[in-house]
């Protein structure tokens, strides 16, 4: 800790980057709203691609996902709810359920966006066993975190870079 930083407040300073400011997100949607996995994902062409992730050994960063299959994609189309307690109850999210996302049993999403209003990605929250329905009260601390994320990126906080996400994104076989 700096020693310029008086004690107390070390705990609020603002993040140094957009990436520590989602893996902050990450670490305190887990933490305070629970689910298994929470993620920040980029849509690249035809593929959703894991930025970040908490706990980090749940999915690495890179993993990636054809856009085509997504969860995330019928919640942006508007095809199915942002949040699902149940996924098997909602048609556009029990035809999903195969490949690597077949164990999800609960999802909540929201859009990540650009300045501009496109679409950059998303920021979800996976369970592998039904949630409550009480869970969907959730949804507007989940809004408002994608919100701030999208703020900090209209700030031009320092973000992934492209050289980031092609990094991350492996190469298509």
Request: charged letters at 20%; hydrophobic letters at 45%.
């Amino acid at each position: 800790m700096d020693d310029m930083v008086p004690a107390g407040i070390h705990d609020v300073a603002p993040f140094r980057d957009w990436t520590s400011a989602a893996d902050g997100a990450l670490r305190f949607l887990h933490e305070y709203v629970g689910w298994d996995v929470w993620v920040v994902t980029h849509v690249q062409d035809d593929r959703q691609v894991v930025l970040r992730a908490f706990p980090e050994r749940a999915v690495a960063a890179g993993t990636e996902l054809p856009w085509e299959q997504s969860f995330c994609r019928q919640m942006i189309e508007g095809n199915a709810p942002r949040v699902a307690t149940v996924t098997a109850a909602v048609p556009a999210y029990a035809s999903r359920t195969s490949g690597s996302i077949r164990h999800i049993a609960a999802y909540v999403g929201v859009p990540l966006v650009t300045p501009d209003l496109e679409l950059f990605g998303t920021l979800c929250g996976i369970a592998f066993r039904a949630r409550p329905r009480s869970a969907a009260r959730e949804l507007p601390l989940v809004e408002m975190t994608a919100r701030m994320l999208n703020t900090l990126m209209a700030a031009d906080l320092p973000g992934p870079s492209p050289a980031d996400l092609a990094r991350l994104a492996p190469e298509r076989r």
